[in-house]
């Protein structure tokens, strides 16, 4: 005989958008999450504390901020993802947030990838966030070092590949190999900024 009790999950759990252990988890903490959020497009980096009417949001930040500080390349890759990790951990040291636990989602998480840029973004100024060193991005990684060598090889070897590759940076009015010196112009632009 079957039982007729049937208990409906939560809808966000039915569509597969939260793990309710793993937030549970990072509940029991009692620190704000960094959440970070990742698309083809898009990198959006949250700080939230919980309350039980629903998160309230102490920092957000996404790529689209980076406009205002010049930056012209491309939106998510491992740059932009420090850079925006950098805004939202500006503005959070500005709120008075100083530690944070991370919250990754449901997104596959892989080290050294622009997801642990942006923890990284968000360390460098000036949260406390528990996280092992050997999974974050190295300096020259994060600062453009390998889009700029890529972009010189293909400027040397097939110039419309190079155009092609870079059609988008070129026509938003910069060059792909100059990224390491506009990353730093921006980063420091990002820092001087009070929030």
């Not at 449901?106 to 642990?116: A, E, Q």
Request: hydrophobic share 40%; aromatic share 8%.
């Amino acid at each position: 005989m079957t039982s007729k009790n049937f208990t409906v999950k939560h809808r966000r759990k039915r569509e597969g958008r939260t793990n309710y252990k793993l937030r549970r988890k990072l509940l029991m903490s009692d620190l704000p999450r960094l959440i970070v959020r990742t698309s083809l497009r898009t990198v959006t980096v949250q700080v939230a504390s919980y309350e039980e009417k629903g998160d309230k949001m102490l920092s957000v930040a996404s790529n689209k901020e980076l406009v205002e500080f010049g930056w012209k390349y491309a939106p998510s890759n491992i740059p932009s993802a420090y850079l925006v990790g950098l805004v939202c951990g500006a503005k959070a040291k500005a709120n008075g947030v100083k530690d944070a636990i991370v919250d990754f989602g449901l997104l596959r998480v892989l080290p050294k990838s622009k997801l642990y840029a942006a923890v990284k973004g968000v360390i460098d100024a000036g949260l406390n966030v528990r996280i092992g060193e050997n999974v974050l991005p190295e300096d020259p990684v994060v600062g453009g070092k390998r889009i700029a060598d890529y972009a010189k090889l293909l400027l040397n070897d097939d110039k419309a590949a190079y155009d092609k590759q870079f059609s988008k940076v070129i026509k938003a009015g910069a060059k792909p190999e100059n990224i390491e010196g506009e990353f730093a112009k921006v980063k420091e632009a990002i820092l001087k900024k009070k929030w």
